[in-house]
């Protein structure tokens, strides 16, 4: 195992990433490798982001407020959060199973949870609701939102009447030995050590994470000593047998997703219950295989674009079934990155160019060309319009602008710089041939 990381972190350029391995009660292999965003060696007690893996502790969390007899998983979330209001009539009916089986009608595309004003606790996040509608009726469809667990996360806060985090420290990281682990409501309360990289041109920058909310979606924060105990806490003895089956089993409108769990199989067949994590600078990815006991949790400090975290499950589960696992044999993303890069310095070229025959371009400018001068202002507006152009690729999934940096780093980069040197060429040709019309003071030699 230390092997196959240690290839894929040569092949890659992975900075850092830490594994946790189980088989039913014991620990396998916990392990850090490579350094964190500071420069510190990564160890099995390095904090590091979990990101979407949240929404299983979310769920676990609930289970425990149902198995007490305070919460029914069938009833309506606004008997337990009346504070849970939209503008849609529909939503009264949104029970606490839809909130956790991504069943409620939520969705990207009717409440742009990233792109509108972030809120600053789980109790502002709810209250954002108020204007939003809902993309389907509660448990007609499956749509990944990340604000059904932030209202769930929000129900576990009034229940039992303890901030989020406080519930988890106390029902959940201290009875498993989890000291290290905590959850966080936004991307500036990440520990310094925590915080990832992007990969630009084959090399790792280290960059903070873009602005976003995260708790009870993606805020927890933990390491791979303590996600080995998270696992071995899968195979019994966190909730009763029958808590556990309700954890995993999926909802009628998408057989692949239960209560903060997603169901698969790996390559040979083995059934699964996994979920993934993905931040802008780091990723994550925890899977059980029930039959076999096993257990895995893989954090990796680059960001989504790359999913390293997700590819070295892969390799983990390979080695646990025996087979050899694929070590990629250069960053896939290089080449692209080298192609955007190129086009970057041509269009400055170009630019440079545009700028000095201006004058010339004036002198022979008639109303027509200067009206064809909008034409270089299409990159400005492919720039400003690029977040909302990425959410109609994405079938109405959201995101900031900002975001869209780091999904296209050098793309980006061309794109700025395109739109930069086209209101440059723009701007320029159209001062001169304002100049050199009749009574200017291009006329008598003047600029």
């Not at 905590?182 to 994470?209: K, M, N, S, Y």
């Not at 086009?343 to 010339?360: E, K, P």
């Not at 990159?379 to 975001?403: E, K, Y």
Request: proline share 6%; charged share 15%.
């Amino acid at each position: 195992m230390d092997a196959f990381v240690a290839r894929y972190r040569e092949a890659t350029g992975l900075p850092g990433a830490a594994v946790a391995i189980v088989k039913g009660t014991e620990v396998v292999h916990v392990a850090g490798y490579g350094h964190t965003s500071t420069g510190e060696p990564v160890t099995a007690d390095t904090p590091m982001a979990v990101a979407s893996v949240s929404k299983s502790f979310t769920s676990l969390a609930v289970m425990q407020l149902v198995e007490q007899g305070r919460v029914e998983l069938d009833r309506p979330v606004r008997g337990y959060l009346p504070e849970f209001t939209m503008a849609d009539p529909r939503a009264a009916a949104i029970t606490v199973r839809q909130l956790l089986d991504q069943t409620s009608g939520m969705a990207d595309t009717t409440f742009r949870e990233k792109s509108l004003p972030q809120p600053k606790t789980l109790k502002g996040s709810v209250a954002r609701l108020r204007t939003a509608k809902l993309a389907a009726a509660p448990g007609a469809v499956f749509s990944y939102h990340n604000t059904n667990f932030q209202v769930a996360a929000r129900l576990v806060e009034v229940v039992s009447g303890e901030p989020f985090a406080s519930y988890l420290r106390a029902h959940v990281f201290t009875p498993l030995g989890m000291n290290s682990s905590t959850t966080i409501d936004r991307e500036r309360d990440l520990p310094a050590r925590a915080r990832g990289h992007l990969v630009v041109l084959g090399r790792a920058v280290a960059l903070p994470e873009p602005p976003g909310f995260g708790n009870g979606s993606g805020g927890v924060v933990s390491t791979a000593g303590d996600m080995a105990r998270w696992l071995i806490a899968q195979n019994g003895g966190v909730l009763s047998p029958a808590s556990m089956k309700e954890l995993r089993t999926p909802s009628r409108a998408n057989k692949r997703y239960a209560l903060g769990w997603f169901l698969g199989r790996t390559p040979h067949g083995a059934p699964t219950v996994h979920h993934g994590g993905d931040l802008f600078t780091s990723t994550a990815d925890q899977l059980l295989m029930p039959g076999s006991g096993y257990g895995v949790a893989v954090m990796a400090n680059t960001g989504m674009t790359h999913s390293d975290a997700h590819a070295l499950m892969d390799g983990l589960v390979a080695l646990i079934e025996g087979d050899t696992p694929r070590v990629p044999s250069a960053p896939p993303y290089l080449p692209v990155d080298l192609v955007f890069l190129l086009l970057t310095l041509v269009t400055a070229g170009l630019a440079v160019r545009g700028v000095a025959r201006s004058r010339r371009w004036a002198g022979r400018c008639t109303g027509w060309r200067r009206v064809r001068l909008v034409i270089w202002l299409a990159p400005l507006a492919l720039c400003l319009s690029a977040a909302p152009v990425f959410r109609v690729l994405a079938r109405g999934g959201d995101i900031m602008w900002i975001q869209v940096v780091y999904l296209y780093p050098t793309f980006m980069v061309w794109l700025v710089t395109a739109a930069v040197a086209g209101t440059v060429v723009a701007g320029t040709r159209l001062g001169w041939s304002f100049a050199r019309r009749p009574g200017s003071a291009g006329r008598t030699g003047r600029v």
